[in-house]
């Protein structure tokens, strides 16, 4: 994994735009695992069918990825002879294959280490010079370690000069001048650092993967801001100290995964109740229980948009790249404390725990806040809860006087005095349903890119492999128009009708056994046509390969 | 409601609303309330600046009953929620307040680890041992014999009771005392020094049910102030809570460990978070 972030690095170095997934097993430290990297002389925002390359320093558990790392007969194997013979899985795709004696050429190295000469040979092969390699080996080791830099730097010379021999190449495109700076981020980090953009300075949080890495960003970065990090001892304390700061007036996030998800899902429906603005974002995994914690699947949908007992609607938003983790999450903020309720970002696995090479995100102006209130007149009573025509009600902040009031998961009246009346159980429904479909969400609600006859709705890390089918399929002369839900929920069914204008054919892609959203997507909107789906479990990342062979045959 | 100026003094009446609580007649949790609000008036608080969060249950009720901000949250949250308005706002007094089964069944863990985190805030139980709002069930702190309700088996649920202040003390709380409905000044004296104390300061406060715990009604001849200095020592305070009949009321406790969180500081702008991710 060092060694891969070290190639990322010199790649970005060098030009070029890449994603850089990992596969590892149960382990809980060390042990087999995969880095499986897409580079690109353009933003890369999806997996490939197959991999053009595949480095073996060993094949320890291999059995494991196997599935996770196609390839074709016009696959490169490169594998070390004493590692063992090539399983047979690998062998029989007609990959070419070709040794690399990468432990003996370590061996004669002082400090020299396999990796090293595999990062060599991989740059080699597809074209990145040694210099940019160097400088990102410089970066990391040269000021702490300068016998590892140096071991570091004849391993790489080393891994190039011998596979400069090697009668295999995959040279990349040219990489495009760089017109700005680049960012190197992770959708969990950047879930993080949206968040903070949009003004969060509280986050309670209990570990769980694979959300772990907003938690750890958020627990250096916040204390920086001003904000605090606290580490809760459930998911229970998260979202209810959560809901204590958002009280008491700061923007409050927490972060988890399935199981923690379906812990919070009282916490949320108190929040929606109170008018309580907090953030979830739920990397999702594949469920259900602790299913297989470390890989990517969509099947939360259900319970972010249904999960609440109760009539109790609230925002669901899901980033759709990871650099999108940024932008939504930081959305998905300003959202949840304009509209004073629970916002869920639904972002997954395979976009938290990968890293992108992305153009330097906006800087955007969406920043977290509250319809304050002012003490009413003298004699008069404060209404917390006030049934507005916006159905946003003014919030105060503790220490405000004159404002006092209890937030209550209790239905009340206007004022927050508990109520089991009818009158004011249905004023207080309608203004919290309508504080949200009234709401203007401009554009943001979903990504929507090309036009044609069939529409691709997606969500989610399914959108970079459902964009890349799109441009396959144009080349193919077939013209679809993609589009990606941002908003999830409330539903848009005036924006979603003009963006199904014209269509004739839908097909729905999504990682879900049970086709969750495709059944929302039916069960919600008046959709012009019965969409077809594309809808399968993880822990397979989607392909556009496979959408694009849908695609092509809804065409004919 | 009205706005109040900024050096006013308030009275106990002024951290009363006027919202009628529904509890029974006869239930403790009136003078609790009561010693609440006179603990707040002589600490010379101002309502705008205190908040009493509650979970559910009877006694739970009680922020609506309160001129403060308050929060009437879910069942066995209420520690969670109040910490959580404690760290984002320390400027803020928070008070938290529940009953039994909301503090030591539903949120016990919540009870384990606001005690290790030592959060400045008074939690005050107000024990009965017995769940009211759902009419007569056996909660942690009731006696193993006790089956005089519908859902417990005859004989008892024979499972040992609960000993929050001991539980409390092994768990890190800061300050531990014992109070009495029947005796609402003394109770508003321990609030208030539960108040002032730094860190976790638990409050367990005996509140009758004489609804569904009729026996109940004894404890006015049973409860008794103690007046034994409070010790710094958890060694001889757990030998004092392990070996009192449950009867014994004031300051059992008075640790000195420091509050937990930090002093809030942005060393940062937003924006040199960026740097972190340029290339």
């Known amino acids: ?556 | 409601m009205s706005s109040c100026d900024s050096t006013a003094t308030y009275s106990a009446k002024d951290f009363k609303s006027e919202v009628k609580p529904v509890w029974c007649p006869g239930c403790g949790d009136y003078a609790v309330l009561s010693s609440i609000t006179k603990a707040f008036a002589d600490l010379g608080l101002k309502p705008h600046e205190t908040s009493v969060v509650s979970g559910i249950g009877c006694s739970s009720r009680i922020p609506a009953y309160t001129n403060t901000y308050g929060i009437h949250s879910i069942h066995g949250r209420a520690l969670a929620v109040g910490q959580g308005l404690k760290l984002a706002r320390p400027d803020l007094t928070v008070l938290v307040a529940g009953g039994d089964g909301d503090g030591f069944s539903i949120g016990g863990n919540h009870f384990l680890h606001a005690c290790r985190r030592n959060v400045d805030l008074t939690y005050i139980v107000m024990d009965n041992r017995v769940y009211g709002m759902t009419k007569g069930q056996p909660s942690p702190t009731t006696e193993s014999d006790w089956d005089a309700s519908a859902m417990a088996p005859p004989g008892g649920t024979g499972m040992t009771p609960f000993h929050p202040l001991a539980i409390a003390l092994a768990s890190g709380a800061n300050f531990i005392a014992r109070g009495f409905s029947g005796d609402p000044n003394g109770t508003a004296q321990i609030i208030a020094e539960a108040i002032r104390h730094p860190g976790f300061s638990f409050v367990a406060i005996m509140s009758p049910c004489i609804t569904f715990r009729e026996e109940q009604r004894e404890w006015k001849n049973t409860m008794r102030s103690v007046n034994i200095e409070p010790t710094t020592d958890p060694a001889q305070a757990a030998r004092r809570l392990m070996t009192d009949d449950g009867f014994n009321c004031g300051v059992l406790y008075r640790g000195n460990r420091s509050s937990y969180g930090k002093e809030k500081k942005a060393t940062n702008a937003v924006s040199d978070l960026d740097r972190e991710f340029t290339l």
């Open chain 1, 1 to 556: 994994m060092t060694a891969a972030n070290m190639f990322l690095d010199a790649a970005a170095e060098a030009g070029y735009y890449a994603l850089f997934g990992r596969s590892s097993g149960p382990q809980i430290r060390g042990g087999e695992a995969a880095a499986l990297v897409r580079l690109g002389v353009d933003p890369v925002t999806s997996v490939d069918d197959t991999f053009d390359i595949m480095l073996a320093i060993d094949w320890q558990g291999v059995q494991r990825f196997a599935a996770e790392l196609p390839l074709s007969a016009n696959s490169l194997v490169i594998c070390d002879p004493s590692a063992g013979d090539v399983p047979e899985v690998y062998v029989k795709t007609g990959a070419k294959i070709v040794h690399l004696h990468m432990k003996d050429l370590a061996k004669e190295i002082p400090g020299g280490r396999p990796n090293m000469i595999a990062l060599g040979a991989i740059a080699e092969l597809i074209g990145i010079p040694v210099g940019p390699l160097t400088e990102v080996l410089g970066k990391s080791l040269k000021k702490k370690r300068a016998d590892a830099y140096e071991a570091s730097v004849a391993g790489v010379k080393a891994g190039a000069a011998a596979a400069a021999t090697l009668s295999a190449s995959k040279r990349l495109a040219p990489a495009k001048a760089k017109d700005a700076k680049r960012w190197t981020v992770t959708g969990n980090y950047g879930a993080g650092l949206g968040a903070i953009r949009g003004g969060v300075r509280f986050c309670a949080a209990y570990p769980i993967t694979p959300a772990t890495e907003v938690l750890e960003y958020l627990s250096s970065a916040l204390p920086k801001v001003g904000g605090v990090f606290v580490q809760a001892e459930d998911e229970l304390a998260s979202i209810n100290m959560c809901l204590g700061a958002s009280y008491g007036g700061e923007a409050s996030i927490t972060a988890t995964a399935g199981p923690g998800l379906s812990l919070m899902t009282e916490g949320l429906g108190l929040a929606v109740a109170s008018e309580t603005p907090v953030v979830v974002v739920d990397v999702q995994r594949v469920g259900p229980s602790t299913g297989i914690a470390t890989k990517c699947e969509q099947s939360d949908l259900n319970i972010a948009v249904y999960g609440l007992h109760g009539d109790a609607p609230h925002l669901v938003v899901a980033p759709n790249s990871v650099g999108d983790c940024i932008f939504t999450t930081q959305w998905g903020v300003y959202l949840a404390e304009s509209l004073q309720t629970a916002c869920l970002v639904m972002s997954d696995q395979a976009l938290g725990q990968s890293r992108a090479i992305i153009d330097t995100p906006a800087d955007v102006a969406f920043v977290g806040k509250r319809l304050q209130a002012e003490a009413p007149a003298e004699g008069e009573v404060f209404k917390r809860y006030a049934n507005t025509a916006s159905g946003i009600s003014p919030m105060p902040v503790p220490g405000q006087d004159g404002c006092q009031y209890t937030s209550d998961g209790l239905e009340h009246t206007e004022t927050g005095t508990p109520s089991s009346q009818s009158s004011d159980h249905t004023l207080q429904l309608d203004k919290r349903q309508r504080k949200l479909t009234g709401f203007d969400y401009g554009n943001h609600w979903a990504t929507i890119e090309g036009e044609g006859d069939i529409a691709v709705i997606t969500w989610g890390s399914c959108t970079g492999a459902a964009r890349e089918a799109v441009e396959r399929a144009r080349a193919d002369g077939v013209n679809a128009k993609l589009i990606s839900l941002r908003l999830i929920s409330p539903i848009r069914p005036q924006h979603m009708g003009d963006a199904l204008k014209g269509v004739k054919k839908i097909l729905v892609v999504e990682q879900s056994h049970l086709g969750q959203f495709t059944r929302y997507l039916r069960g919600e909107y008046d959709l012009p046509v019965k969409p077809e789906a594309l809808s399968r479990p993880g822990p397979l990342p989607m392909r556009p390969g496979e959408i694009h062979a849908r695609l092509l045959s809804m065409g004919k």
